[in-house]
């Protein structure tokens, strides 16, 4: 038996509230005739967590609510005490602070915000490279690298600062420091740790990196604080499995659970819920989904579809699907999200308005190889039996020819996703489909008629990049 402390109890009580205040907002039951003992399976009662045995709960359903009360005490713990606004000075044009202009998202928002006629002045602020290399240097390659002039990065628009806005005034001179304060009317922050088999407490730092720009923007001279845009991603909904599309708005911690990165934008939602109530700050949330090929076709071969492709062309069968694909292509996400940055809304999605069936994808990528098309259970069973074939072994060329062996465990999730799917409301990949009602009213890019759906051309360019890497350059 668990003994509890009288604070242990009633920070039980308080994620219970907190819970409650969650699923009021999201669903539409009337979650005041719910007796103060019931709340959600996974959200211990005072009885249980007393006892830890009255009902009995399982292991996994524990261990879900530990993860529930990590995420809730790292809201709490980043929530404390946020500054007072005292600004009274007028801004004139937009004064954008963008964070990780290094990464394939961020250097497509800067190129975006160089062109955006009103943005009088851009702060693109990063981390220091582990190597040494310059900012400029980095900026350029990534540019080049998604097919984009180098010479964006030295606009003179832009001034490149190196910083880590987890430390004390981002670790920058005070006078460097201040100029941000005075100058800065927006802020999009894209910077995160892309990593999805690290655990919640490996993302501290990048909470305290938000907290830090919560508190840098309610330190501003200006009458209304910077606009604070977080990128945050739609993968944190892969739980749910609503009938309609999932509405731009708070959902309950359990839908992120399942891995740190999920949980930690999922804490990141609630730091910023809480700031939006309690300060006159006025951030916003962008889910952003599949992000599809840069300008040039550019997608990091490493990543899922790349090696579902060459692992295709090992296993002789391509998967094929009627289930909707609603990724967005690079360049387009990165200019919606610097549109948004204006928003009145807390909460938006982004993908494509204009779904397309995977099968027009998979069409193109089959005959690209002269691959039969199979569905996709019989691709994954030829996956799965290949890896346990080769489950002992270290043979590089295996790993090589059939890297989606290595991520087995992503594409039983795919797999399981599209059994689960009988109400028809997710996509290929298994996330639920969204409402875009928000994001629609933000963005004249993704109203515009003239937004293709992915097609042929989409395809042909990724191909031609992948074409380019060892992906498709080695032996196949
Ligand atoms: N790509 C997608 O399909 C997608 C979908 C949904 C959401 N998102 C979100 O979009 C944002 C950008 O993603 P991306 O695809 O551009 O990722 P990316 O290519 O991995 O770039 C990540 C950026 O964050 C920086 N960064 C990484 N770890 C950091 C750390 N510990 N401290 C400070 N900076 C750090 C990187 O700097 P270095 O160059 O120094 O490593 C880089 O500038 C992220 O917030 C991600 O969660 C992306």
Not at 88 to 113: E, F, K, W
Not at 254 to 268: D, F
Not at 289 to 306: A, D, I, K, M, T
Not at 438 to 460: F, H, I, Q, W, Y
Request: aromatic share 6%.
């Amino acid at each position: 038996m668990q003994v509890i402390s009288p604070s242990m109890y009633q920070d039980s009580l308080s994620i219970r509230d907190e819970h409650l205040k969650s699923l009021r907002t999201t669903t539409q039951m009337d979650l005041r005739v719910v007796p103060s003992d019931v709340v959600h399976p996974m959200i211990p009662t005072s009885a249980q967590y007393i006892t830890q045995v009255e009902p009995p709960l399982d292991q996994g359903q524990r261990e879900d609510i530990d993860k529930i009360e990590e995420m809730m005490s790292m809201v709490k713990r980043h929530s404390q005490k946020f500054p007072k606004h005292h600004g009274s000075s007028a801004t004139h044009r937009d004064v954008v602070l963008v964070t990780g202009t290094t990464g394939s998202v961020g250097t497509l928002i800067l190129a975006a915000l160089v062109v955006a006629y009103d943005v009088r002045r851009i702060f693109s602020v990063n981390r220091k490279a582990a190597d040494g290399s310059s900012l400029l240097d980095r900026h350029e390659i990534s540019l080049k690298r998604q097919g984009l002039d180098p010479s964006i990065a030295s606009s003179p628009k832009v001034t490149l600062l190196e910083a880590t806005v987890s430390d004390h005034q981002f670790g920058l001179p005070k006078s460097t420091y201040e100029m941000l304060r005075e100058e800065t009317t927006h802020i999009i922050h894209s910077a995160w740790l892309v990593n999805f088999n690290l655990p919640l407490q490996a993302f501290e730092l990048q909470l305290k990196g938000l907290r830090n720009l919560i508190d840098f923007a309610l330190d501003s001279p200006h009458s209304t604080p910077p606009r604070l845009l977080f990128v945050c991603s739609l993968i944190m909904l892969l739980n749910i499995n609503h009938l309609e599309p999932v509405k731009e708005g708070p959902v309950e911690p359990y839908v992120a659970l399942g891995s740190g990165y999920k949980e930690s934008k999922w804490v990141s939602e609630r730091l910023l819920e809480i700031v939006a109530s309690e300060t006159p700050l006025r951030p916003i949330i962008v889910r952003l989904g599949q992000v599809s090929g840069g300008p040039n076709g550019y997608w990091n071969h490493r990543e899922w579809l790349p090696s579902l492709i060459r692992s295709s062309i090992y296993l002789k069968c391509f998967p094929t699907g009627p289930e909707p694909v609603i990724w967005l292509p690079a360049a387009t996400a990165a200019k919606v999200i610097t549109e948004m940055r204006n928003s009145p809304d807390l909460h938006l999605h982004l993908v494509h308005p204009r779904s397309v069936p995977w099968s027009t994808i998979s069409k193109e990528l089959a005959a690209a190889f002269n691959l039969p098309l199979v569905p996709y259970p019989e691709w994954f069973s030829a996956l799965e039996q290949s890896a346990l074939a080769n489950a002992n072994s270290a043979d590089i060329e295996f790993r090589r020819n059939n890297p989606a062996a290595k991520m087995l465990g992503a594409f039983r999730g795919m797999l399981k996703g599209l059994e689960r799917n009988t109400n028809r409301n997710k996509e290929f990949t298994g996330l639920p489909l969204v409402s875009l009602e928000n994001a629609m009213k933000a963005s004249p890019t993704l109203r515009d008629e003239n937004l293709l759906p992915l097609g042929p051309v989409d395809v042909e360019q990724w191909l031609r990049y992948w074409r380019t890497t060892v992906l498709l350059q080695s032996k196949l």
